[in-house]
């Protein structure tokens, strides 16, 4: 299994990023996939979920309105739009999905300062 994230950086209070991820190794069409975050001295946690067709999402509430993930299943890969990024938002975000075990990427940095 490998995930590679990509699209991280810098932004000013109020903009956007998308993120993307590319998986292989596995049957990506199959498996429910993740985005998760962790900010500096805090757990990671869950920022949001599509099933394997992408009919299902979830998210945190603290992105609720302001992300969407999706995905495109005939290039394996995991999209999230991130809208009117906020400074808490600040984190390592990280692609993942669970085979057994949980396995994650290496993660892309998102800093959002003005």
């Known amino acids: 299994v490998q995930l590679v994230e990509s699209g991280g950086g810098l932004v000013q209070p109020g903009g956007s990023l998308r993120l993307s991820c590319a998986a292989s190794?596995?049957?990506?069409?199959?498996?429910?996939m993740s985005w998760y975050r962790q900010a500096p001295g805090k757990e990671r946690e869950l920022v949001a979920g599509i099933t394997s067709a992408g009919r299902t999402t979830t998210y945190a509430d603290s992105v609720k309105g302001r992300f969407t993930i999706s995905r495109d299943n005939a290039k394996n890969t995991v999209s999230l739009q991130m809208n009117s990024l906020k400074p808490e938002d600040t984190a390592v975000y990280y692609c993942?999905?669970?085979?057994?075990?949980?396995?994650w990427g290496q993660g892309t940095q998102v800093t959002v300062s003005s």
């Open positions: 190794g596995f049957t990506f069409s199959s498996n429910y």
């Open positions: 993942s999905v669970t085979r057994v075990v949980r396995y």
